[in-house]
């Protein structure tokens, strides 16, 4: 039986790495810099023997809602597809049943799917459930190391949530916010308030969704 360190959790959010680490597992933030995301990953890759892809994400497909749980070990990008060993799969499959989440393949995005018309078209060209910006790089380096990995996301936003300018800006490197730009942002376009304040409710309950399961994940560090 390996130590709960051996898996590294992948986040973009401080928030998403803050949930990781209260549930004692080592997080590396790539605050959606696909490049840093890779970087930091590849550097901790050989003191790990799984790696999970951990926060929340984007519905793709029509039925989820906000708060809902997604597991995968199916990966998908716009030209690769990473799938974990049936063995895995197998541990996976319980501990999804267990936490009461839906499995299905994820798609790693270069971008974040802002619109309704690219998430639909998204999810008809690639049959993922959900879209995030570090699963691929994940399941990427997982293979290339020959290691296991885990894919732990809720929904923030559904596919039929248009996400406004200021939900756009990039992240600052500790992976949180860049609140001058926000409220820039806000004060040229002051008709998104009502979107974004839509939106922080949706991702609290996302996030919420994400400290509830992270403890039943555990399970899997157990026996990486």
């Known amino acids: 039986m ?25 997080v590396v933030i790539g605050a959606g ?13 050989q003191r790990a023997n799984c790696l999970m892809s951990f926060g929340i994400a984007g519905a793709l497909a029509p039925e989820l809602r906000p708060g809902d749980i997604v597991i995968s070990t199916e990966v998908v990008s716009d030209n690769n597809r990473w799938t974990a060993v049936a063995s895995f799969q ?4 319980l501990v999804a049943r267990e936490i009461g989440a ?23 060209d690639t049959g993922a459930l959900a879209v995030d910006l570090e699963s691929d790089v994940v399941a ?12 732990a996301r809720t929904i923030a936003d559904t596919a039929y949530r248009e996400l406004p300018p200021a939900a756009l800006i990039p992240l600052s490197e500790a992976g949180t916010p860049d609140l001058a730009r926000v409220i820039g942002s806000i004060l040229r376009r002051p008709r998104q308030i009502r979107t974004l304040v839509a939106l ?3 991702t609290r309950m996302a996030l919420s969704a994400l400290a509830d399961s992270a403890h039943a994940l555990r399970v899997l560090a157990a026996g990486s």
Do not use: M
Request: aromatic share 4%; proline share 2%; net charge positive.
């Open 90 to 93: 197998a541990r996976v499959a």
């Open 200 to 202: 922080a409710r949706e």
């Open 102 to 124: 839906i499995e299905g393949v994820v798609l790693g995005a270069r971008t974040i799917l802002a619109t309704e018309e690219v998430k639909s078209r998204a999810w008809r």
């Open 140 to 151: 990427r380096i997982a293979s290339q190391a020959g290691i296991p990995f885990v894919v």
């Open 33 to 45: 810099d696909r490049e840093r995301t890779a970087a930091l990953i590849e550097s901790a890759v």
């Open 2 to 26: 390996h130590r709960l360190s051996t898996v590294l959790c992948t986040s973009g959010l401080a928030a998403e790495a803050k949930i990781a680490r209260a549930a004692g597992f080592p």
